[in-house]
Structure formats: C-alpha cells, structure tokens
C-alpha cells in the first residue's frame, strides 16, 4: 500500500502564507494525477489542485491565482503552495495518488486555518 505522509498545516491570518507537502512511499512520477482535496467542517470534500504525470496542473476555481501545485520526482514528493489565504481556505487538506489501475490513495490529512 501507498504511503502518503502530509505535512506543512497550520494556523495563520487572513492574506498569509501556507506551503503543504506530501510525501510519498512510492516514484510519484509512475502515478496518473495527484494533488490535494479540503474538507471544511459540515462540507463536502472537495478537489483543490491537482496535476498529472506529465505536469499539467488543475485548480478549483476559488483557488486560482492563489495556490500553486508542484512536483518534486527526486523527492517523490508533492506541494502545495497556498498564498493570500482567506478564511473559507480553512479545512483538512487531504492529499491524493490516483494510480493508473484505478486504485486512490489518501494521506491522513491535514489542518489549515485561516482566521480573519
């Protein structure tokens, strides 16, 4: 099974700075997509960022401007780069592999909080 180990949450004030990370067990560049979900509390999770194995990067439209996605195959690792925080921002930030049989990995996930 895959490991995918979160890291870099936190708490921080509206229009700062987060940088997420997710380590991975296995070479990020045999997977299909990876990126980041969020769930706010009483929401759904939702897709955040994503980019596939050949760099093509995805953004949820509240995100846009805001957040980069970047891979790093010598680390096997992925991040998420959050600027100009806002407070809907807020949430456990989950990050993700699809494989290419179909499988989804997930991390454990991790806390974000924007406060205003």
Not at 31 to 49: D, F, H, I, N, S
Not at 70 to 80: C, E, F, I, P
């Amino acid at each position: 099974q895959v490991r995918l180990v979160e890291s870099g949450g936190g708490s921080v004030q509206a229009g700062g700075s987060l940088r997420l990370s997710c380590a991975a067990s296995m070479l990020i560049r045999s997977t299909k997509k990876m990126g980041w979900y969020r769930q706010a509390p009483g929401k759904q999770r939702e897709l955040v960022a994503s980019t596939t194995n050949i760099d093509n990067p995805n953004y949820a439209d509240a995100v846009k401007g805001r957040f980069t996605i970047s891979r790093d195959t010598g680390k096997n690792a992925v991040h998420l780069q959050m600027d100009s925080l806002k407070p809907e921002d807020t949430g456990i930030y989950y990050c993700f592999a699809d494989h290419w049989d179909g499988r989804t990995d997930w991390g454990q996930g991790t806390q974000v909080t924007v406060s205003s």
